[in-house]
């Protein structure tokens, strides 16, 4: 694992899966350019059914896009904050400083799990609200559910990550 990274949710946040079950149309374009500034791609999802959901990412390719010893699949969503805990360990374990940990990035689409988790971390943390989005609706609850930033599509991404 190299430093900065950023952590992707996958449902609702880099794949449509009440919609087009498809990739959104930008993630290639901003993942490539993210890697190309020297961003390491961490994915961590939750799903019960592993097979399920490896199929479903194999299905959409965005496996191409990531290393596979960086494809975390967890059963429930709550199983994010024990993987993130260890992604950060791991981190601080290679971080040449501490700058780069801060450049580090959690973005997902649900404030009481990926923000709140990567808030606790001392993770940057991106709330990514699609229009008509599953969790687009919901406020924060408390201080620890406010992201650093909240973006509408994942070219957002691009100027939160120089
Ligand atoms: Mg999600």
Request: glycine share 6%.
């Amino acid at each position: 694992m190299k430093t900065p990274c950023i952590v992707y949710d996958f449902d609702e946040t880099l794949y449509a899966s009440h919609g087009s079950r498809r990739l959104y149309r930008e993630v290639w374009e901003v993942l490539t350019k993210l890697r190309h500034r020297g961003y390491h791609h961490i994915l961590l999802t939750a799903e019960q059914d592993l097979g399920f959901q490896l199929a479903k990412i194999e299905r959409s390719r965005v496996d191409k896009l990531f290393d596979p010893r960086s494809i975390f699949i967890v059963p429930n969503p709550t199983d994010k904050h024990e993987e993130l805990v260890r992604i950060r360990r791991e981190l601080r374990r290679v971080a040449r400083d501490s700058v780069d940990l801060r450049k580090s990035v959690v973005v997902g689409d649900r404030l009481d799990c990926e923000i709140r988790y990567g808030n606790s971390l001392g993770f940057t943390t991106v709330r990514i609200c699609r229009r008509g989005g599953k969790y687009s609706l919901r406020r924060a609850v408390s201080e620890s559910e406010v992201p650093t930033c909240t973006i509408s599509t994942l070219k957002g991404l691009l100027t939160i990550c120089p």
